[in-house]
């Protein structure tokens, strides 16, 4: 079965505590992105990465990082996490057709 | 400012009726999705459709793009409750760019 899968899917953290939200995929797709979901602004893109080794900015990059190491996994990396990154974010593989998400990660910042 | 933009922001109809949705876009795109997003979960792939096409089909859903106004309308025909939902439309200038998307249209389709 087609799946992405993240992990947690609910995280509460303090301001300043290193985090990283993983994200697996099982379908052999190279291009990956991750996007965060707030109320009034739909989904804005993270970051993205076309293939291993390869990642670019999306549209709100600030305070994250990613690695692309090897095909399946992508994760999102908050090195100093503020209560301004509280949000809902999703995680997505793309073959040329269509994305396939995961199920979220609501992240509270405190 | 965001690529995508649909409208209404939110509608409510009765169950059985038809649901149009519009998205409308600031740049030349390479294809147009519609993707549905069930209250906090992930979001499900409905329908893409490229440049090159003016309208596509699959089962109640009919998408139409028009790239000479850019935008693009999703009919859901024959409404159900279980369409209630977020419709989201998302833009990618090239293959594998960046994935622009709409603060979506949130659907309310009463029994």
């Known amino acids: 079965e087609a799946q992405v899968t993240q992990n947690p899917r609910y995280l509460i953290t303090v301001t300043g505590k290193k985090l990283t939200v993983t994200c697996s995929q099982n379908m052999n797709h190279e291009y990956m992105s991750w996007y965060r979901q707030d109320p009034g602004l739909g989904l804005r893109q993270i970051y993205y990465s076309m293939n291993v080794e390869v990642t670019d900015k999306g549209d709100v990059p600030e305070g994250y990082k990613v690695s692309r190491k090897e095909k399946r996994n992508f994760p999102l990396i908050l090195e100093s996490p503020s209560p301004n990154q509280t949000s809902l974010y999703f995680c997505?593989?793309?073959?040329?057709?269509?994305?396939?998400f995961g199920q979220g990660t609501r992240l509270t910042v405190v | 400012s965001q690529q995508g933009e649909e409208d209404p922001q939110a509608l409510s109809i009765q169950e059985g009726e038809n649901a149009t949705m519009n998205c409308s876009y600031k740049t030349s795109i390479n294809n147009l999705q519609w993707y549905r997003q069930n209250s906090g979960r992930g979001l499900v792939h409905l329908i893409l459709i490229r440049s090159n096409e003016r309208e596509k089909h699959s089962g109640r859903l009919r998408v139409t793009l028009d790239t000479s106004k850019k935008s693009s309308s999703l009919l859901i025909t024959a409404s159900r409750a279980a369409d209630t939902a977020s419709y989201f439309c998302a833009t990618e200038k090239t293959s594998y760019d960046k994935v622009i998307f709409g603060p979506g249209t949130s659907l309310s389709v009463i029994p």
């Open positions: 997505a593989s793309s073959s040329p057709s269509e994305a396939f």
